[in-house]
């Protein structure tokens, strides 16, 4: 089964508009990537200042792959000026999904 990779972030408060912004901006970065399956963003509603970016692999190989390709490129890996970044702190977890569900189809 798949792998899901969830970056938690710290985000101030002021800088959530920047954070949310940065991903609009690159939106499609991850979608064309092999093995690549699912993504969001999600914005904390209460009492934390966390951000959970949730992505879902095929492989732990295909993840490894976009991370060492595109991954770094969009995560500041390329040369020349980058932006202060909106998080203070970044945590990966991962995971290996075992087991699923999804709506019954009538």
Known sequence: MSVVKINVLT??????ETLEQRFAARAGAVEG????EW??????VEGTD???VYTRWR???DFQRWMAGRGQA???GAQGE??????TDATLWSFEVVQQ??????
Do not use: I, M, N
């Open 59 to 61: 492989t732990e190989e």
């Open 39 to 44: 993504f969001e963003l999600l914005r904390p």
């Open 82 to 87: 980058k932006p202060r970044p909106a998080a």
């Open 101 to 106: 569900a999804a709506p019954k189809q009538d």
């Open 11 to 16: 985000v101030p408060a002021e800088q959530r």
């Open 33 to 36: 990537s092999d093995g690549f």
């Open 50 to 52: 966390t951000y959970l």
């Open 74 to 76: 969009a995560h500041g």
